[in-house]
Protein backbone atom coordinates (compact mmCIF):
# COMPACT_ATOMS: atom_id res chain seq x y z
CA UNK A 1 0.00 0.00 0.00
CA UNK A 2 2.90 2.31 0.80
CA UNK A 3 4.75 1.24 -2.41
CA UNK A 4 1.41 2.30 -4.17
CA UNK A 5 0.66 5.46 -2.48
CA UNK A 6 4.56 6.51 -3.39
CA UNK A 7 3.74 5.84 -7.17
CA UNK A 8 0.83 7.70 -7.13
CA UNK A 9 2.74 10.62 -5.43
CA UNK A 10 5.64 10.37 -7.88
CA UNK A 11 3.16 10.37 -10.89
CA UNK A 12 1.47 13.34 -9.16
CA UNK A 13 4.38 15.32 -9.33
CA UNK A 14 5.82 14.33 -12.57
CA UNK A 15 2.80 15.58 -13.89
CA UNK A 16 2.91 18.90 -12.43
CA UNK A 17 6.23 19.69 -13.29
CA UNK A 18 5.50 18.98 -17.09
CA UNK A 19 2.44 21.30 -17.12
CA UNK A 20 4.90 23.97 -15.19
CA UNK A 21 7.20 23.51 -18.20
CA UNK A 22 4.57 23.44 -20.70
CA UNK A 23 3.07 27.05 -18.74
CA UNK A 24 6.62 28.38 -19.00
CA UNK A 25 7.39 27.43 -22.94
CA UNK A 26 4.27 28.13 -24.41
CA UNK A 27 2.72 31.60 -23.43
CA UNK A 28 -1.23 31.55 -23.11
CA UNK A 29 -3.23 33.44 -25.92
CA UNK A 30 -3.81 36.33 -23.89
CA UNK A 31 -0.16 37.14 -23.37
CA UNK A 32 -0.11 36.92 -26.93
CA UNK A 33 0.22 40.27 -29.56
CA UNK A 34 -3.34 40.82 -30.89
CA UNK A 35 -3.27 39.91 -35.01
CA UNK A 36 -3.74 42.19 -37.38
CA UNK A 37 -7.47 42.29 -39.09
CA UNK A 38 -7.37 40.68 -42.39
CA UNK A 39 -6.48 42.90 -45.73
CA UNK A 40 -9.86 42.81 -47.64
CA UNK A 41 -9.48 41.79 -50.96
CA UNK A 42 -10.66 44.38 -52.40
CA UNK A 43 -8.23 46.99 -50.74
CA UNK A 44 -5.58 44.51 -52.57
CA UNK A 45 -6.88 44.86 -55.86
CA UNK A 46 -6.87 48.23 -55.92
CA UNK A 47 -3.13 48.39 -54.92
CA UNK A 48 -2.01 46.25 -57.90
CA UNK A 49 -4.28 47.55 -60.66
CA UNK A 50 -2.87 51.30 -59.06
CA UNK A 51 0.91 49.94 -59.25
CA UNK A 52 -0.38 48.62 -62.69
CA UNK A 53 -0.96 51.89 -64.23
CA UNK A 54 1.37 54.06 -63.03
CA UNK A 55 3.86 51.31 -64.01
CA UNK A 56 2.22 51.25 -67.73
CA UNK A 57 2.10 55.02 -67.34
CA UNK A 58 6.32 55.67 -66.78
CA UNK A 59 6.79 53.00 -69.61
CA UNK A 60 4.46 54.76 -71.86
CA UNK A 61 5.39 57.22 -74.75
CA UNK A 62 4.37 60.85 -74.79
CA UNK A 63 2.83 61.16 -78.88
CA UNK A 64 0.81 64.43 -78.00
CA UNK A 65 3.34 65.95 -80.42
CA UNK A 66 1.46 68.09 -82.58
CA UNK A 67 1.71 66.91 -86.32
CA UNK A 68 0.29 69.01 -88.12
CA UNK A 69 0.80 72.06 -85.56
CA UNK A 70 3.96 71.81 -86.32
CA UNK A 71 3.91 72.42 -89.86
CA UNK A 72 1.77 75.48 -89.01
CA UNK A 73 4.56 76.43 -86.89
CA UNK A 74 7.21 76.16 -89.62
CA UNK A 75 4.82 78.43 -91.97
CA UNK A 76 4.31 81.09 -89.76
CA UNK A 77 8.73 80.98 -89.04
CA UNK A 78 9.01 81.43 -92.78
CA UNK A 79 6.76 83.80 -92.86
CA UNK A 80 8.50 85.40 -90.11
CA UNK A 81 11.80 84.92 -91.45
CA UNK A 82 10.72 86.38 -94.40
CA UNK A 83 9.20 89.75 -92.52
CA UNK A 84 12.70 90.01 -90.54
CA UNK A 85 15.06 90.12 -92.82
CA UNK A 86 13.08 93.16 -94.32
CA UNK A 87 13.94 94.73 -91.34
CA UNK A 88 16.21 97.92 -90.92
CA UNK A 89 17.66 97.37 -87.61
CA UNK A 90 18.54 94.54 -84.98
CA UNK A 91 15.49 95.78 -82.40
CA UNK A 92 13.09 95.42 -85.59
CA UNK A 93 14.44 92.19 -86.41
CA UNK A 94 14.48 90.55 -82.58
CA UNK A 95 10.63 91.82 -82.07
CA UNK A 96 9.23 90.13 -85.36
CA UNK A 97 11.18 87.05 -83.99
CA UNK A 98 9.64 87.29 -80.29
CA UNK A 99 6.01 87.92 -81.95
CA UNK A 100 6.78 84.69 -83.75
CA UNK A 101 7.18 83.04 -80.15
CA UNK A 102 3.79 83.97 -79.29
CA UNK A 103 2.30 83.08 -82.90
CA UNK A 104 4.36 79.52 -82.49
CA UNK A 105 2.55 79.08 -78.65
CA UNK A 106 -0.70 79.40 -79.73
CA UNK A 107 -0.41 77.07 -82.23
CA UNK A 108 1.49 74.04 -80.47
CA UNK A 109 -0.76 74.42 -77.30
CA UNK A 110 -4.06 73.50 -78.11
CA UNK A 111 -2.82 71.60 -81.19
CA UNK A 112 -0.72 69.36 -78.20
CA UNK A 113 -4.09 69.80 -75.84
CA UNK A 114 -6.46 68.38 -78.93
CA UNK A 115 -4.16 65.38 -80.16
CA UNK A 116 -3.71 64.36 -76.06
CA UNK A 117 -7.79 64.62 -75.39
CA UNK A 118 -7.75 62.47 -78.41
CA UNK A 119 -5.41 59.71 -76.86
CA UNK A 120 -7.33 59.66 -73.39
CA UNK A 121 -4.47 61.34 -72.14
CA UNK A 122 -3.36 64.48 -70.22
CA UNK A 123 -0.12 67.16 -70.82
CA UNK A 124 0.30 67.14 -67.26
CA UNK A 125 0.12 63.51 -66.02
CA UNK A 126 1.94 60.54 -66.76
CA UNK A 127 4.63 61.21 -69.95
CA UNK A 128 3.14 64.31 -70.79
CA UNK A 129 4.24 65.95 -67.49
CA UNK A 130 7.64 64.18 -67.81
CA UNK A 131 7.81 65.82 -71.07
CA UNK A 132 6.89 69.31 -70.29
CA UNK A 133 9.14 69.46 -67.06
CA UNK A 134 12.01 68.37 -69.09
CA UNK A 135 11.47 70.68 -71.96
CA UNK A 136 10.57 73.70 -69.65
CA UNK A 137 14.35 74.19 -68.38
CA UNK A 138 16.19 75.16 -71.67
CA UNK A 139 12.95 77.20 -72.64
CA UNK A 140 13.49 79.23 -69.41
CA UNK A 141 17.57 79.85 -70.34
CA UNK A 142 16.90 80.91 -73.73
CA UNK A 143 14.65 83.31 -72.48
CA UNK A 144 17.33 84.74 -70.20
CA UNK A 145 19.58 85.30 -72.52
CA UNK A 146 17.61 86.48 -75.00
CA UNK A 147 16.89 89.07 -72.25
CA UNK A 148 20.31 89.63 -71.47
CA UNK A 149 21.82 89.49 -74.82
CA UNK A 150 19.15 92.29 -76.15
CA UNK A 151 20.37 94.44 -73.26
CA UNK A 152 23.69 94.03 -74.03
CA UNK A 153 23.53 94.70 -77.91
CA UNK A 154 24.85 91.01 -79.09
CA UNK A 155 21.55 90.17 -80.93
CA UNK A 156 23.39 88.56 -83.81
CA UNK A 157 24.22 85.54 -81.34
CA UNK A 158 20.85 85.02 -80.59
CA UNK A 159 19.78 82.49 -83.73
CA UNK A 160 22.66 80.37 -82.65
CA UNK A 161 21.19 80.60 -78.79
CA UNK A 162 17.93 80.00 -79.41
CA UNK A 163 18.08 77.15 -82.06
CA UNK A 164 20.67 75.42 -79.66
CA UNK A 165 18.67 75.46 -76.74
CA UNK A 166 15.44 75.07 -78.43
CA UNK A 167 17.11 71.41 -79.91
CA UNK A 168 17.96 70.64 -76.43
CA UNK A 169 14.35 71.33 -75.06
CA UNK A 170 13.11 69.21 -77.92
CA UNK A 171 15.71 66.52 -77.58
CA UNK A 172 15.74 66.39 -73.46
CA UNK A 173 11.56 66.40 -73.71
CA UNK A 174 11.74 64.09 -76.42
CA UNK A 175 13.38 60.93 -74.49
CA UNK A 176 9.80 60.66 -73.20
CA UNK A 177 8.05 60.53 -76.80
CA UNK A 178 8.64 58.98 -80.34
CA UNK A 179 11.87 58.63 -81.78
CA UNK A 180 10.88 61.33 -84.42
CA UNK A 181 11.44 63.95 -81.92
CA UNK A 182 14.60 63.83 -80.43
CA UNK A 183 15.97 63.54 -83.55
CA UNK A 184 14.10 67.06 -84.60
CA UNK A 185 15.97 68.19 -81.59
CA UNK A 186 19.06 66.81 -82.99
CA UNK A 187 18.43 68.56 -86.15
CA UNK A 188 17.96 72.00 -84.68
CA UNK A 189 20.79 71.59 -82.25
CA UNK A 190 23.35 71.09 -85.35
CA UNK A 191 22.00 74.37 -86.51
CA UNK A 192 22.40 76.35 -83.65
CA UNK A 193 26.14 75.07 -83.67
CA UNK A 194 26.71 76.04 -87.15
CA UNK A 195 24.87 79.60 -86.76
CA UNK A 196 27.12 80.41 -83.36
CA UNK A 197 30.32 80.25 -85.76
CA UNK A 198 28.78 81.45 -88.98
CA UNK A 199 28.62 85.60 -90.26
CA UNK A 200 25.59 87.12 -88.52
CA UNK A 201 24.38 88.22 -91.64
CA UNK A 202 23.22 84.13 -92.28
CA UNK A 203 21.21 84.31 -88.56
CA UNK A 204 17.52 84.81 -90.54
CA UNK A 205 18.37 81.58 -92.78
CA UNK A 206 19.64 79.43 -90.33
CA UNK A 207 16.09 80.49 -88.52
CA UNK A 208 14.23 80.15 -91.74
CA UNK A 209 15.81 76.41 -91.84
CA UNK A 210 15.18 75.43 -88.33
CA UNK A 211 11.91 76.96 -87.36
CA UNK A 212 10.62 77.09 -91.15
CA UNK A 213 11.60 74.04 -92.74
CA UNK A 214 12.51 71.20 -90.07
CA UNK A 215 9.31 71.83 -88.28
CA UNK A 216 7.59 71.30 -91.59
CA UNK A 217 9.59 67.85 -92.31
CA UNK A 218 9.14 66.78 -89.02
CA UNK A 219 5.74 67.94 -88.42
CA UNK A 220 4.71 65.82 -91.55
CA UNK A 221 6.50 63.05 -90.00
CA UNK A 222 4.88 63.13 -87.10
CA UNK A 223 1.31 63.58 -88.59
CA UNK A 224 1.47 61.01 -91.06
CA UNK A 225 3.17 58.04 -88.38
CA UNK A 226 1.82 59.20 -85.42
CA UNK A 227 -1.66 60.33 -85.87
CA UNK A 228 -1.79 64.46 -86.65
Known amino acids: MGQISWLYITKYLTELTRS ?6 VPSR ?15 AADHLRYIRETMESAAEFTAVPGWGGVAMGATALAAALLASRQASPR ?23 KARRANSSL ?8 VLSFAPPIIVG ?6 FSQLGVIAALPGVWLLLYGTAIVTGGAFSVRAVPIMGLCL ?11 AAWGNLFMAA ?14 LRYGG
Not at 212 to 220: S, T
Open 20 to 25: AILAVM
Open 124 to 131: FTGPGRKF
Open 143 to 148: GLLTLA
Open 189 to 199: MMLGAAALFSP
Open 92 to 114: AWLAVWLAEVFVAVAIAAPAAAT
Open 30 to 44: SNRAPLAPPIPIDAR
Open 210 to 223: GFGLVHIAFGVWIA
